[in-house]
Structures are given as C-alpha cells and as structure tokens.
C-alpha cells in the first residue's frame, strides 16, 4: 500500500510538469499569432499614414521654393505607390485613383495650382 503512494506521488509532479511544458508551449504560439496580428494592424494603418505625411512635406517644399527637382518627384512617387497599393476598399480605390490621376497630370504641367490641388487632396486623405 505504501509503494503505491510512493508511486503515485512520484507519477503526480510528471505529470504536473508535462503538463506545464504543454501548456506554455500552446500559450507561447499564442501570443506569436497575437504579435503579427498586431504587426499586420500597425504597419497595416499607421506606416501608409506615415508616407502620406512625407508626401505632404514634399509638395510643402515643392511649393514654397516654387521648384520641383527630380529627386523629390522620386520620392512622392515611392511614397505614393507604397501608400496606394496597400489594402483599400472599393470606395477607397476610387478616390484614390482620382487623386492618382490629378498628382500625375500635376507632375506633366508642373504648376503650382496642381501642386496645391494635390497636396490639398493628401490632407483629406489624412
């Protein structure tokens, strides 16, 4: 009788850690699928955002000193084709096709009106 408490209170704590053992394991792929979630939504939202404010800061440029240079060009155009082709709704697409089509036709004219149409557009869409 004795040798089977013995047996017994030597099987509980194994199982007892086994269990542990399985537990975090599960808990810790758990919190990885949560990390990237949370990844997905912050790069998802708030870097798109972050380019449209760059772009904002160009067109400033491009307005106050009443030039555009090539290398500020390149660099709203990066921005924009980053900040266009993330996730959008159909509505969204939209928009910004229109908005699309108006910053290129401002690039081809290169007048300040454009300019400021545009950047006017980039407020609205933060």
């Not at 030597?10 to 199982?15: E, S």
């Not at 990066?78 to 908005?99: A, H």
């Amino acid at each position: 009788m004795k040798k089977n408490i013995n047996l017994k209170l030597i099987i509980l704590p194994i199982i007892v850690i086994i269990a542990m053992t399985i537990l975090s394991f599960q808990f810790s792929q758990k919190i990885q699928i949560l990390k990237k979630e949370v990844d997905i939504i912050y790069f998802g939202n708030f870097i798109p955002v972050h380019k449209l404010h760059s772009i904002k800061e160009h067109y400033i440029k491009i307005t106050n000193k009443n030039k555009m240079t090539s290398k500020i060009k390149k660099a709203i155009l990066e921005d924009w084709k980053y900040y266009f082709t993330r996730y959008k709704t159909k509505d969204e697409k939209e928009i910004l096709k229109k908005i699309d089509k108006q910053m290129r036709y401002a690039f081809r004219k290169n007048q300040k009106v454009g300019f400021r149409k545009t950047l006017e557009n980039i407020d609205y869409l933060i």
